[in-house]
T-cell receptor
Framework: RKEVEQDPGPFNVPEGATVAFNCTYS??????FFWYRQDCRKEPKLLMSVYSSGNEDGRFTAQLNRASQYISLLIRDSKLSDSATYLC?????????????FGKGTRLSVIA | DTGVSQNPRHKITKRGQNVTFRCDPISEHNRLYWYRQTLGQGPEFLTY????????KSRLLSDRFSAERPKGSFSTLEIQRTEQGDSAMYLC????????????FGPGTRLTVL
């Protein structure tokens, strides 16, 4: 089983739609969870850190389910500018200060 | 701009040549990471430093790869005797030591080995 698994997509949604991505991770000792956004041929940019039972930032909501070892990202009222690849990222160790493990990403295209 | 910077942005080299990349982290960050990313994949960890100490190296980091962070500020990643399989985006990230380890990435160096 891969450490971090995501549906690669693509998800093609109209503007204004709500879209959700899920991600599963294999290491139950993981302590830190993130969603990064990556535009084509650009570096990953931190979108959200996911804390305890989840958090919200504007149109974006992230949820963590430790028992089932999955993380979700919900995007409401999709904008054209949300088109990107969304990377699910897990810190793979009990200690926070260690390398991140990335999923392959889920590609989102928001269509006018 | 106080973000992570990397140089060069692009490098084209012939197989067998040596290349060196530089990363300047966010100034107050004491942790620095190198990752490699190929098309369709997420970034894969290579190595990381806390201050000048190299604390961990991935099994991906073959003997041809070496990284340094001599004064605990900028870092260099050298690849000796490059191979076509080394073609990738090399990403640098930095963070503050702490419980959440939020890492911030530079723009990357895209390496093409002919």
């Amino acid at each position: 089983r891969k450490e971090v698994e995501q549906d690669p997509g693509p998800f093609n949604v109209p503007e204004g739609a709500t879209v959700a991505f899920n991600c599963t991770y294999s290491n139950s000792a993981s302590q830190s969870f993130f969603w990064y956004r990556q535009d084509c041929r650009k570096e990953p940019k931190l979108l959200m850190s996911v804390y305890s039972s989840g958090n919200e930032d504007g149109r974006f909501t992230a949820q963590l389910n430790r028992a089932s070892q999955y993380i979700s990202l919900l995007i409401r009222d999709s904008k054209l500018s949300d088109s990107a690849t969304y990377l699910c990222v897990v810190n793979g160790r009990r200690s926070g200060n260690t390398p991140l493990v990335f999923g392959k990403g889920t590609r989102l295209s928001v269509i006018a | 701009d106080t973000g992570v910077s990397q140089n060069p942005r692009h490098k084209i080299t012939k197989r067998g040549q040596n290349v060196t990349f530089r990363c300047d982290p966010i100034s107050e960050h004491n942790r620095l990471y190198w990752y490699r990313q190929t098309l369709g994949q997420g970034p894969e960890f290579l190595t990381y430093f806390q201050n000048e100490a190299q604390l961990e190296k991935s099994r991906l980091l073959s003997d041809r790869f070496s990284a340094e962070r001599p004064k605990g500020s900028f870092s260099t990643l050298e690849i000796q005797r490059t191979e076509q399989g080394d073609s990738a985006m090399y990403l640098c990230a930095s963070s503050l030591a702490g419980p959440y380890n939020e890492q911030f990435f530079g723009p990357g160096t895209r390496l093409t080995v002919l």
